[in-house]
């Protein structure tokens, strides 16, 4: 019987919602995420079980966990948003499962509503509740208040998108490691964030070369000419007389003109 706990080399392994743990063998995955973005993550797996209950494992909690050489690297953790069988063969069948965050549950709502003297912080968290996301961390430095604020014909993750932006606000899902389940953080300001997780990785140009540490494999380097400046400008009935307008400079830019675009080094 396969050890997984003494096992060498790289394996995964997927568990959903209350069928046993050796229910499913990885076949293979495909795992995307950034900031301010609803990861994905596109599972097949073989099971001997041809006839699964779909309706009792959509919305369900899934976990798709990393092991090398028997220690658990990585969990993701989300909820089963879609599922679609596959080929059956003589012994296995095959299923197709797409694993989200609790946080897309918000994209399937869509509404119209006001928000009068309430903070932002308190806007969020009534998203968030509204559909169950419950596992989240909120960490904003300011308390503002919106005077009036409103949510027309939004589905509540595109209100919740648009609150993010207005505010420079970001958000990400990582696995919570004592409820295994995504949790989902929000944050004003990059340097709250840890920096005990930090990785540093090697770049392997040579793919035929096998390595057992972590490692990048490609990667790409990009530079772009973008805008230098931004200029805002407001108006309110209340002050009519008010100058409502506002401006950065950017101070890290290679030029200042256009033309040619020179390689200086920053």
């Known amino acids: 019987m396969f050890d997984l706990f003494t096992s060498k080399g790289l394996h995964f392994t997927l568990e959903v919602a ?13 795992f995307e995420e950034g ?7 596109s599972i097949v797996a073989a099971t001997q079980h041809n006839q699964l209950p779909f309706g009792s494992l959509l919305d369900c909690a899934a976990t798709l966990s990393i092991w090398q050489d028997g220690e658990r690297q990585r969990n993701i953790s989300g909820i089963v948003t879609q599922i679609k069988l596959g080929k059956t ?16 549950r918000l994209t399937q709502k ?10 932002i912080e308190a806007i ?6 509204d559909s169950d996301v419950l596992f989240h961390t909120i960490d904003i430095a300011y308390r503002t ?31 919570d490691e004592h409820n295994r389940i995504d949790r989902l953080f929000i944050y004003d300001d990059a340097h709250r964030l840890s920096k005990e997780d930090t990785l540093s990785l090697d770049y392997n140009a040579n793919p035929t070369v096998l390595r057992q540490a972590p490692h990048l494999r490609t990667f790409q380097w990009t530079e772009q000419i973008r805008s230098s400046e931004v200029l805002l400008k407001d108006y309110t009935f209340k002050k009519p007389n008010w100058n ?9 830019e290679e030029i200042q003109f256009q033309g040619d675009y020179p390689s200086w080094p920053l």
């Not at 969020?124 to 509740?129: A, H, I, Q």
């Open 145 to 175: 208040r919106r005077e009036y604020c409103v949510q027309y014909r939004e589905t509540d993750y595109e209100f919740f998108q648009r609150i993010i932006g207005e505010e420079g606000l970001f958000f990400f899902c990582t696995e």
């Open 89 to 104: 063969g003589e012994r296995y069948t095959f299923y197709h499962f797409t694993l989200s965050p609790h946080l897309w």
């Open 124 to 129: 969020l968290k009534t998203l968030l509740s």
């Open 244 to 252: 409502a307008e506002y401006g950065l400079q950017g101070t890290q």
């Open 18 to 30: 209350q069928l046993p743990p050796d229910t499913f063998r990885v076949v293979k995955f495909d």
């Open 110 to 119: 869509r509404r119209s509503r006001i928000f009068q003297h309430t903070s």
């Open 35 to 41: 900031y301010n973005s609803l990861f994905k993550l």
